[in-house]
């Protein structure tokens, strides 16, 4: 069942590891089919360096492992909460890579300082605020879902334009139209991440809005004209 999309899911996973996103197995990559409502995400706890497609597992839109023998990624209840109300996206990706967690940890989102960040993303990457002790003592990787998503709404951020997070004292989410998509945003999100540490540390303002929304709308605006027909 869906085995084209467990590789590609399987591949995203290892990429965690080759961008030095990951220690351990502290990581997870899902993608899912539109079509069936089935998503497909790593298992909890195994090695990196152990993975196979096959070990990937499949799960409902509803939570319901459908195909898999071993138990899914921890935070599969985020990650279906993302698919849920986030309905364009097709892949999701959690690290805790260094400076990402750095900012997270001090409870604060990434601004644009410059045309990097603004390349990937149009806007700051925001960071949520605290899960409450009750939305942490039950159901807490939902809850750290239903908080993403919320934060979005409530500030009408575009997930699509914004395809990354912070949550608060714990770490980054990323998302793309797939699985491959997904983990490369992780990686540039580390990397804006450092820039933006970086930049601070010498005083930097923001970029102005005019060169931020140049560089957002050339790559991805209606008349993008980055890279190749």
């Given at each position: 069942?869906?085995?084209?999309?467990?590789?590609?899911?399987?591949?995203?996973?290892?990429?965690?590891?080759?961008?030095?996103?990951?220690?351990?197995?502290?990581?997870?990559?899902?993608?899912?089919?539109?079509?069936?409502?089935?998503?497909?995400?790593?298992?909890?706890?195994?090695?990196?360096?152990?993975?196979?497609?096959?070990?990937?597992?499949?799960?409902?839109?509803?939570?319901?492992?459908?195909?898999?023998?071993?138990?899914?990624?921890?935070?599969?209840?985020?990650?279906?909460?993302?698919?849920?109300?986030?309905?364009?996206?097709?892949?999701?990706?959690?690290?805790h890579s260094t400076f990402a967690v750095a900012f997270a940890q001090a409870g604060s989102e990434i601004q644009p300082y410059g045309t990097t960040h603004a390349d990937?993303?149009?806007?700051?990457?925001?960071?949520?605020?605290?899960?409450?002790?009750?939305?942490?003592?039950?159901?807490?990787?939902?809850?750290?879902?239903?908080?993403?998503?919320?934060?979005?709404?409530?500030?009408?951020?575009?997930?699509?334009?914004?395809?990354?997070?912070?949550?608060?004292?714990?770490?980054?989410?990323?998302?793309?139209?797939?699985?491959?998509?997904?983990?490369?945003?992780?990686?540039?999100?580390?990397?804006?991440?450092?820039?933006?540490?970086?930049?601070?540390?010498?005083?930097?303002?923001?970029?102005?809005?005019?060169?931020?929304?140049?560089?957002?709308?050339?790559?991805?605006?209606?008349?993008?004209?980055?890279?190749?027909?």
């Amino acid at each position: 069942m869906l085995e084209k999309l467990k590789e590609e899911v399987y591949k995203a996973n290892l990429d965690l590891v080759s961008y030095k996103l990951v220690l351990f197995t502290w990581g997870n990559v899902s993608g899912i089919d539109r079509e069936s409502g089935l998503m497909v995400i790593k298992p909890s706890g195994v090695d990196y360096g152990k993975l196979t497609p096959a070990d990937m597992v499949v799960m409902s839109l509803d939570g319901k492992k459908v195909e898999g023998e071993l138990n899914p990624s921890s935070d599969t209840p985020t990650h279906l909460e993302l698919y849920r109300r986030f309905p364009e996206i097709g892949g999701v990706a959690h690290t805790h890579s260094t400076f990402a967690v750095a900012f997270a940890q001090a409870g604060s989102e990434i601004q644009p300082y410059g045309t990097t960040h603004a390349d990937f993303a149009y806007g700051a990457i925001p960071c949520t605020r605290d899960l409450t002790r009750a939305e942490i003592e039950e159901e807490y990787e939902l809850n750290t879902g239903r908080v993403i998503a919320d934060w979005f709404e409530s500030r009408n951020i575009d997930y699509n334009a914004v395809p990354a997070v912070l949550v608060h004292s714990h770490g980054p989410f990323t998302w793309g139209k797939n699985a491959d998509a997904a983990a490369k945003n992780s990686a540039i999100l580390e990397e804006v991440a450092k820039m933006a540490y970086l930049s601070e540390q010498l005083g930097a303002a923001p970029a102005s809005q005019a060169i931020r929304k140049k560089h957002y709308m050339r790559k991805h605006g209606p008349n993008a004209y980055y890279g190749q027909k």
